[in-house]
């Protein structure tokens, strides 16, 4: 029966941790991006970034959008603190001036069934990189949600309008470089 308990006990804690890196990463993420200077181009693609509005909506955005908010509401806090208010995964801090997109139920409903790592497989092509390709042909109406659901699993999107693709890249591989822009 003890042997039960710590094996329970074990397979909590290692749970946790795993979630804890997933947080680690988002928050040094932010850190990363709250601390560039805007004022140069990116080397990167820009990310879409998300917010939450409430339990049907999100907003999506991208770094420059957030900057350029940013400065025109001066706020007492400095960008990087502001986007980790702003882009909370668990709470609602909705923006108005950003492109508000309802959460599509059936993609929701399939998240909460089979996971972020389930979903990336399903709508997703892995490439040699390492990196992700959703894969042509998924419905557009369904896009922003995968997306949101990609992203709430640390992995960031961007859109290559020359070949037409989005592109995933885990929120590791980006906290990993040395230089993000």
Do not use: W
Not at 88 to 97: G, Q, V
Request: glycine content about 4%.
């Amino acid at each position: 029966m003890n042997l039960k308990k710590y094996f329970l006990l074990f397979t909590i804690t290692i749970t946790s941790l795993q979630c804890n890196e997933k947080v680690n990463h988002y928050q040094l993420f932010l850190t990363k991006i709250g601390n560039l200077n805007l004022e140069t181009p990116p080397i990167y693609p820009t990310f879409l970034l998300f917010g939450l509005c409430d339990s049907n909506f999100i907003f999506v955005t991208n770094l420059y959008e957030l900057h350029k908010y940013f400065i025109s509401n001066k706020t007492n806090q400095s960008f990087e603190d502001f986007l980790k208010v702003i882009l909370d995964k668990r709470k609602a801090n909705c923006i108005d001036e950003f492109e508000h997109i309802q959460i599509n139920e059936s993609i929701k409903k399939e998240y909460e069934r089979i996971g972020g790592s389930n979903l990336l497989q399903k709508y997703c092509k892995e490439l040699e990189s390492g990196d992700y390709r959703l894969k042509a042909g998924t419905n557009k109406s369904n896009i922003h949600t995968l997306l949101y659901y990609f992203y709430l699993n640390n992995y960031l999107a961007t859109f290559d309008d020359y070949s037409g693709n989005y592109f995933l890249t885990s929120m590791e591989d980006i906290t990993s470089l040395d230089s993000i822009y």
